[in-house]
């Protein structure tokens, strides 16, 4: 009994054209769509090499940091390059700041940095910023230096070598004797985000096949129900097989669209594998309950069903970042609590802690947050079904 109406049930969810457009040609079209969209946006803003000019004075001649880190940023063999600088005359960099042909210039003043600009914008923000690092830098390896001329003092070390203590102390800041480690994958993307609200969107849209299948043994909403109402199989064992093929749908068309996004797209979701096609998973049966619940708990049409649960879908999808990179970013910052109730924040939120952190705490807690959603959704639903008996069929 249970096999046969669980192929029963799937042969007739892959008759329905809406649900097959919806849950499989849908997200197909839309991952296209922000692939043309976004697929050359990175390129276009990466920063250019900025045009600067250095100041040559006696200050400058006499500081050993400043120079070797310009020096530094300047190498045309670094590929972290930001600067191309030119060595001028403060007459010279005013006469080529005034024809734009640098952002900006440097000039050492008492040993302090001067920065001079005419506009406002991106690389001369990265400017000010590379040289307060800089003078950061100094101030930090000065106060070392002066703590480890007073324990010298203190130990009554005799004669002290100020400089060689003020040149250990900068090679070893210089050296980043404390590092940090880069658990980030490679090859990073932040447009990543709209791709993880996608495959959450095509999870949730899942529900509609749930939707269906439990309509169809609701003797108020389908002959066929009306005939299961009245016929000796276990209902248990009938909702239980539908949904079942419900979720089998659901998970054929997540396959297919991981498929096109890595095989056509070349979509890079990281390296765990696994635990993505866990997330995606766990997420399709929290889209299986939703689209159980909503059949189950409102009294109406199937219609009416279908656009709750497409509005409330593509509900979650906006504030999780869909139509808008920084949605989540606003969301998570200023109200949290609505991505933590979202299903589609979970899902994207499992995605992006998989991605940007590997295998991390955050990651388990969006799982279990999403199996905690789905426990309360059935339970809800058994509930209802229970209650649920007619006067006249």
């Not at 909503?294 to 279908?306: H, Q």
Request: aromatic share 12%; hydrophobic share 45%; net charge neutral.
């Amino acid at each position: 009994m249970f096999l046969h109406n669980f192929k029963y049930a799937l042969k007739t969810l892959f008759r329905n054209k809406m649900l097959i457009f919806w849950t499989f040609a849908f997200p197909v079209i839309l991952g296209t769509l922000f692939h043309l969209a976004f697929s050359d946006i990175e390129n276009s803003e990466k920063l250019k090499v900025i045009d600067i000019a250095i100041i040559q004075n006696e200050d400058f001649e006499n500081h050993q940091l400043f120079q070797s880190a310009f020096r530094e940023l300047s190498d045309e063999q670094n590929s972290e390059r930001l600067f191309h600088t030119q060595y001028t005359t403060k007459a010279q960099a005013e006469k080529l700041l005034a024809q734009g042909e640098i952002v900006g210039y440097v000039a050492l003043e008492d040993g302090r940095m001067k920065l001079t600009f005419n506009t406002n914008g991106v690389e001369q923000t990265v400017l000010k910023f590379v040289a307060e690092e800089i003078e950061q830098t100094e101030d930090i390896v000065n106060n070392l230096s002066e703590i480890q001329i007073q324990n010298e003092q203190a130990a009554g070390n005799y004669p002290i070598n100020y400089e060689k203590i003020y040149q250990h102390v900068k090679a070893l800041v210089s050296e980043d004797t404390v590092r940090l480690k880069d658990q980030s994958g490679s090859h990073l993307s932040y447009t990543m985000i709209e791709f993880y609200t996608l495959i959450a969107m095509t999870c949730l849209y899942g529900g509609m096949l749930s939707m269906v299948s439990i309509n169809q043994n609701l003797a108020n909403m389908s002959d066929k129900g009306k005939r299961i109402a009245v016929s000796p199989a276990k209902k248990g064992t009938v909702v239980f097989s539908s949904l079942l093929a419900g979720y089998t749908a659901q998970l054929c068309g997540l396959a297919i669209l991981f498929a096109y996004t890595v095989f056509v797209l070349k979509v890079d979701y990281g390296n765990y594998t696994g635990l993505t096609i866990l997330l995606a998973a766990v997420g399709a049966f929290a889209g299986l309950t939703l689209g159980t619940f909503v059949g189950t708990v409102l009294k109406t049409n199937e219609n009416t069903k279908t656009g709750i649960l497409i509005a409330f879908t593509m509900l979650c999808c906006f504030l999780s970042g869909m139509m808008g990179i920084t949605m989540k970013y606003l969301v998570d910052t200023r109200i949290p609590i609505l991505n933590k109730i979202n299903p589609a924040g979970m899902i994207t939120d499992g995605f992006y802690a998989l991605y940007y952190y590997n295998i991390s705490e955050r990651y388990w807690i969006d799982i279990i947050s999403l199996l905690i959603f789905s426990f309360l959704l059935i339970l809800a639903s058994f509930f209802c079904l229970r209650r649920q008996k007619y006067d006249r069929l």
